[in-house]
T-cell receptor, first 111, second 113 residues
Framework: GQQLNQSPQSMFIQEGEDVSMNCTSSSIFNTWLWYKQDPGEGPVLLIALYKAGELTSNGRLTAQFGITRKDSFLNISASIPSDVGIYFC???????????WGAGTKLIIKP | DVKVTQSSRYLVKRTGEKVFLECVQD?????MFWYRQDPGLGLRLIYF???????EKGDIPEGYSVSREKKERFSLILESASTNQTSMYLC????????????FGSGTQLSVL
């Protein structure tokens, strides 16, 4: 099956730093979603984007739906210890509404 | 809050055993999904169902089957477990009209020895 290109695979950051991650594809999407998975839990939806160019925030998290409809970005400002986990992007294909997932970005905060 | 409950957090089975993974959701969602999660591969869709007794193959259905006899319950069956089916299994559900907003269970870590 298809997969989104999500990068980076992992990030080691200091508490207080800003974080950026992205997902790209050669396909066009009508919806982009960002999920977070805490250790030992299932993914939880953070942000949903429905329109090209849309910029949406959820607290310290901001995500954007790329203008080409082929990519999306997630930024976390001033990271805190509870931000650790795996962040997944998912895109709903324009062609058939199938949901395609990225491989995840593992966020680790250095003590 | 939506609750998706998976029957076991950890399971250890032997090669060749028949394995049942159960999932129940309490929000009257039409859609239910089974994913497996492996490091570096993200989430891969095994099967999904958009109504009772309906099922559709996902990206990796081989070696698996599913059952949806009631709206709230979606079961994943490994007919003859193999070591390459050792993985984290995640169940999810969603409303028909907003199928992209998935609510996940906590997962079942299955080890096949």
């Amino acid at each position: 099956g298809q997969q989104l290109n999500q990068s980076p695979q992992s990030m080691f950051i200091q508490e207080g730093e800003d974080v950026s991650m992205n997902c790209t594809s050669s396909s066009i999407f009508n919806t982009w979603l960002w999920y977070k998975q805490d250790p030992g839990e299932g993914p939880v939806l953070l942000i949903a984007l429905y329109k090209a160019g849309e910029l949406t925030s959820n607290g310290r998290l901001t995500a954007q739906f790329g203008i080409t409809r082929k990519d999306s970005f997630l930024n976390i400002s001033a990271s805190i210890p509870s931000d650790v986990g795996i962040y997944f992007c998912a895109g709903q294909l324009y062609s058939n509404y199938q949901l395609i997932w990225g491989a995840g970005t593992k966020l680790i905060i250095k003590p | 809050d939506v609750k998706v409950t998976q029957s076991s957090r950890y399971l250890v089975k032997r090669t060749g055993e028949k394995v049942f993974l159960e999932c129940v959701q309490d929000m009257d969602h039409e859609n239910m999904f089974w994913y497996r999660q492996d490091p570096g591969l993200g989430l891969r869709l095994i099967y999904f169902s958009y109504d009772v007794k309906m099922k559709e193959k996902g990206d990796i259905p081989e070696g698996y089957s599913v059952s949806r006899e009631k709206k709230e319950r979606f079961s994943l069956i490994l007919e003859s477990a193999s070591t390459n089916q050792t993985s984290m299994y995640l169940c999810a559900s969603s409303f028909q009209g907003v199928g992209e907003k998935l609510f996940f269970g906590s997962g079942t870590q299955l080890s096949v020895l």
